[in-house]
């Protein structure tokens, strides 16, 4: 017998508790991570895959990182992580030459965002973001029912193309305007902003405006163009920055993440985080990862010779990349890349397509190892010449 309160899902009938859903949830879409490797063997019965989609670090985590977490393993999990990660809080404040009260510790960057758009935007308030910015930027400001104020990208031809156009955020700021988020490299141009002129930009936003400079891909970036983001946050409390150990650092799978700000900023943000956010192998995994600068160093001199490599055999298929200053690279084919993307597939090569990012004549493509990026530029030549 069928209560008289229940719907058959799929029945067609309305269901009334949509009507309790918040507005700028039902607006989203979710976002979509590249495709694992034994998805796609799975679908396409495709062996020895490679993925080359999510921006993941090609040699890994830290051998050194491997080993502890190994040996830690073993020890006594039923006990619950420290919540204040006090080792891992005081060694990144010593980094970043902060009080640990300016360190907020989430399970990823991804997170920390979201802690930011709980705080800081809600219904009568505005977030800003550039037109080909990162996915989660949309999903935490409607989420929040907040406005979303998307500044027009840099043009094609422009000497950073589809970058932000830091001029375009100035102009259309308004009063409203709670949180800004800008990535410098971005995800999923690899585009950049000069140093010079986000410190321009900073004394052009008004103080009451926290504006959000994602570093996820800070260490691939020369250090000649970074944003001096440190001494920048001394002189604007409402510069926030965070980072990711998921790219450099190589731990993705444990999901670390972190934001430097000013202590008052930090306060709010730890009201709304939820308890023991971060594991125990995690905050031994990243407190390790900072120590070993010899895998980063490796991790970014691999990157920065095979991208470069990388980009100039796209250019010799007479192919156009956007300049880039973190672990991938845009592709753009002039043409729908849908059918050269299903073509590397059914080769057994994962990269991401973007036209979720309303770029559907671009492919993005993370930088592997030297055999990864092979395997990926003779799939590509057979998908271009089949």
């Given at each position: 017998m069928k209560n008289g309160n229940t719907q058959e899902q799929g029945s067609g009938d309305a269901l009334p508790f949509l009507e309790?859903?918040?507005?700028?949830?039902?607006e989203l879409r979710p976002y979509e991570p590249g495709m694992p490797v034994e998805e796609l063997q799975r679908r396409l019965g495709v062996a020895n895959a490679i993925k080359l989609a999510s921006n993941e670090n090609p040699l890994g985590a830290s051998p050194k990182v491997r080993q502890a977490l190994a040996q830690a393993a073993q020890g006594n999990l039923a006990l619950y992580p420290d919540d204040g990660g006090f080792r891992l809080k005081a060694k990144l404040a010593a980094l970043h030459g902060v009080g640990p009260e300016s360190i907020t510790l989430c399970n990823g960057s991804n997170t920390l965002l979201d802690l930011v758009a709980r705080v800081f935007l809600g219904d009568g308030r505005a977030a800003m973001y550039s037109e080909y910015a990162f996915a989660v930027y949309p999903l935490v400001t409607l989420a929040q029912n907040a406005e979303a104020i998307v500044v027009p990208a840099l043009p094609p031809d422009s000497a950073m193309p589809y970058g932000d156009d830091v001029d375009g955020f100035v102009r259309m700021l308004r009063p409203d305007v709670a949180v800004i988020f800008i990535a410098s490299p971005n995800n999923p141009t690899g585009t950049w902003v000069e140093?010079?002129?986000?410190e321009r930009f900073?004394?052009?936003v008004p103080a009451h405006t926290i504006v959000v400079l994602d570093e996820a891909y800070h260490a691939f970036q020369d250090p000649a163009l970074r944003i001096a983001s440190g001494r920048l946050m001394r002189s604007y409390p409402n510069l926030m920055i965070t980072r990711t150990f998921s790219k450099a650092h190589g731990l993705a799978a444990l999901r670390v993440g972190y934001g430097v700000a000013h202590p008052r900023v930090t306060d709010l943000l730890h009201r709304?985080?939820?308890p023991f956010n971060n594991g125990t192998l995690a905050l031994l995994a990243a407190e390790l990862a900072l120590?070993?600068?010899d895998h980063v160093a490796r991790t970014v001199e691999l990157n920065t010779r095979e991208r470069a490599r990388v980009a100039a055999a796209l250019q010799a298929m007479g192919l156009r990349t956007l300049p880039s200053q973190a672990n991938f690279l845009a592709i753009d084919f002039g043409r729908s890349s849908a059918p050269i993307?299903?073509?590397l597939l059914e080769q057994g090569v994962i990269v991401r397509p973007m036209g979720s990012y309303h770029l559907p004549n671009f492919l993005r493509v993370s930088i592997g190892t030297e055999s990864e990026n092979d395997r990926f530029l003779g799939a590509l030549r057979q998908a271009l010449h089949p």
């Amino acid at each position: 017998m069928k209560n008289g309160n229940t719907q058959e899902q799929g029945s067609g009938d309305a269901l009334p508790f949509l009507e309790f859903a918040a507005p700028g949830v039902l607006e989203l879409r979710p976002y979509e991570p590249g495709m694992p490797v034994e998805e796609l063997q799975r679908r396409l019965g495709v062996a020895n895959a490679i993925k080359l989609a999510s921006n993941e670090n090609p040699l890994g985590a830290s051998p050194k990182v491997r080993q502890a977490l190994a040996q830690a393993a073993q020890g006594n999990l039923a006990l619950y992580p420290d919540d204040g990660g006090f080792r891992l809080k005081a060694k990144l404040a010593a980094l970043h030459g902060v009080g640990p009260e300016s360190i907020t510790l989430c399970n990823g960057s991804n997170t920390l965002l979201d802690l930011v758009a709980r705080v800081f935007l809600g219904d009568g308030r505005a977030a800003m973001y550039s037109e080909y910015a990162f996915a989660v930027y949309p999903l935490v400001t409607l989420a929040q029912n907040a406005e979303a104020i998307v500044v027009p990208a840099l043009p094609p031809d422009s000497a950073m193309p589809y970058g932000d156009d830091v001029d375009g955020f100035v102009r259309m700021l308004r009063p409203d305007v709670a949180v800004i988020f800008i990535a410098s490299p971005n995800n999923p141009t690899g585009t950049w902003v000069e140093a010079a002129e986000f410190e321009r930009f900073m004394a052009r936003v008004p103080a009451h405006t926290i504006v959000v400079l994602d570093e996820a891909y800070h260490a691939f970036q020369d250090p000649a163009l970074r944003i001096a983001s440190g001494r920048l946050m001394r002189s604007y409390p409402n510069l926030m920055i965070t980072r990711t150990f998921s790219k450099a650092h190589g731990l993705a799978a444990l999901r670390v993440g972190y934001g430097v700000a000013h202590p008052r900023v930090t306060d709010l943000l730890h009201r709304v985080r939820q308890p023991f956010n971060n594991g125990t192998l995690a905050l031994l995994a990243a407190e390790l990862a900072l120590d070993d600068t010899d895998h980063v160093a490796r991790t970014v001199e691999l990157n920065t010779r095979e991208r470069a490599r990388v980009a100039a055999a796209l250019q010799a298929m007479g192919l156009r990349t956007l300049p880039s200053q973190a672990n991938f690279l845009a592709i753009d084919f002039g043409r729908s890349s849908a059918p050269i993307h299903q073509a590397l597939l059914e080769q057994g090569v994962i990269v991401r397509p973007m036209g979720s990012y309303h770029l559907p004549n671009f492919l993005r493509v993370s930088i592997g190892t030297e055999s990864e990026n092979d395997r990926f530029l003779g799939a590509l030549r057979q998908a271009l010449h089949p």
